[in-house]
Nanobody
Framework: DVQLQASGGGLVQPGGSLRLSCTAS????????VGWVRQAPGKEREGVSL????????HYADSVKGRFTISRDNAKNSVILEMNSLKPEDTAVYYC?????????????????????WGQGTQVTVSS
């Protein structure tokens, strides 16, 4: 049974930090391109960041560049999203998702949202 589990969300004040984890079971995440996608109430899903299977290149939405960092923790079969300098507009449910591409394929935009496998989401609320 293939599953992605997103965790680490919570309530944080503006300017604070959170560390989200996407942990997989039934698949090896280091063989997948993995993305973080968020959805705020009443808004469409928005790609936040991704890390490519082929070469671990990363991409970020303009709204989070310089504040968020995506990385792999292969020992824990996980992908991490470090979020710093959080703003109220970062409030959303954050989902991790994965696709198994060939090793020559690189996703070059966070607008890619048609991942094959999705986790259940974790709530991030930024508020004073």
């Amino acid at each position: 049974d293939v599953q992605l589990q997103a965790s680490g969300g919570g309530l944080v004040q503006p300017g604070g930090s959170l560390r989200l984890s996407c942990t997989a079971s039934g698949l090896s995440l280091d063989s997948y391109t993995v993305g973080w996608v968020r959805q705020a109430p009443g808004k469409e899903r928005e790609g936040v960041s991704l890390i490519n299977r082929a070469d671990d290149t990363t991409h970020y939405a303009d709204s989070v560049k310089g504040r968020f960092t995506i990385s792999r923790d292969n020992a824990k079969n996980s992908v991490i999203l470090e979020m710093n300098s959080l703003k109220p507009e970062d409030t959303a449910v954050y989902y991790c998702a994965a696709s198994e591409f060939g090793d020559r394929i690189r996703v070059t935009s966070v607008e890619y949202l048609t991942y094959d496998t999705w986790g259940q989401g974790t709530q991030v609320t930024v508020s004073s």
